[in-house]
């Protein structure tokens, strides 16, 4: 167990809809992290926050977007969803914002149907 | 820059024997070098992790060794057994223009009996 919390762990959800994916990070971590791994695909990196800022953003779609809140749990939401979209989202956190271990949570399997 | 380029895209590998996956980076500002070990329908896993100010870093049957010159870092697994049959990452990150938590795109192992 990685400390990190990922809720829903499945979601199935018609083309055109909302979903919003938690992150609970591992006691006393600043950074979270968001990860979308399509079928058979390596990890690609959406979103970084540290302490409720956003640090970094990489190739995340306009109809994403994510929060991290003043208890440091974090939410990515996924907007006019397509069936492209199915994947598995997944959250991690670290300490620090760069170059210290980073756990990742079990994800959220996302299924547009 | 960003880039970390792995290979061979899946690996076969008798039990006992060793397995060997390669990575290779550009950026310069990547100062931190993990490695992920991923069971389908899982989150990858912290397995080991080196900075290039050390050539090598051995945890029990995993070892990783690093060539900062050529820019390379490779995963050895020695004695590889079934239970290690998993997809693993490499990935790097550092400061500046890599502050950002960058994975190669995977290598599928399979260890036979």
């Known amino acids: 167990d990685s400390g990190v919390t990922q809720t829903p762990k499945h979601l199935i959800t018609a083309t055109g809809q909302r979903v919003t994916l938690r992150c609970s990070p591992r006691?006393?971590?600043?950074?979270v992290y968001w990860y979308q791994q399509s079928l058979d695909q390596g990890l690609q990196f959406l979103i970084q926050?540290?302490?409720?800022?956003?640090?970094a953003k990489g190739n995340i779609l306009e109809r994403f977007s994510a929060q991290q809140f003043p208890d440091l749990h974090s939410e990515l939401n996924l907007s006019s969803l397509e069936l492209g979209d199915s994947a598995l989202y997944f959250c991690a956190s670290s300490l620090g914002t760069q170059g210290t271990e980073a756990f990742f949570g079990q994800g959220t399997r996302l299924t547009v149907v | 820059q960003q880039q970390v380029k792995q290979s061979p895209q899946s690996l076969i590998v008798q039990k006992g024997g060793i397995s060997i996956i390669n990575c290779a980076y550009e950026?310069?500002?990547?100062?931190?070098f993990p490695w992920y070990q991923q069971f389908p329908g899982k989150g990858p896993a912290l397995l080991i992790a080196?900075?290039?100010?050390?050539s090598e870093k051995k945890e029990g049957r995993f070892t990783i060794s690093f060539n900062k010159s050529a820019k390379q870092f490779s995963l050895h697994i020695m004695d590889s057994q079934p239970g290690d049959s998993a997809t693993y990452f490499c990935a790097a990150w550092g400061t500046g223009t890599a502050s950002k938590l960058t994975f190669g795109t995977g290598t599928r192992l399979q260890v036979t009996l």
């Open positions: 006691s006393g971590d600043l950074s």
């Open positions: 950026n310069t500002a990547f100062d931190y």
């Open positions: 926050y540290y302490n409720g800022e956003e640090r």
């Open positions: 080196i900075r290039p100010d050390v």
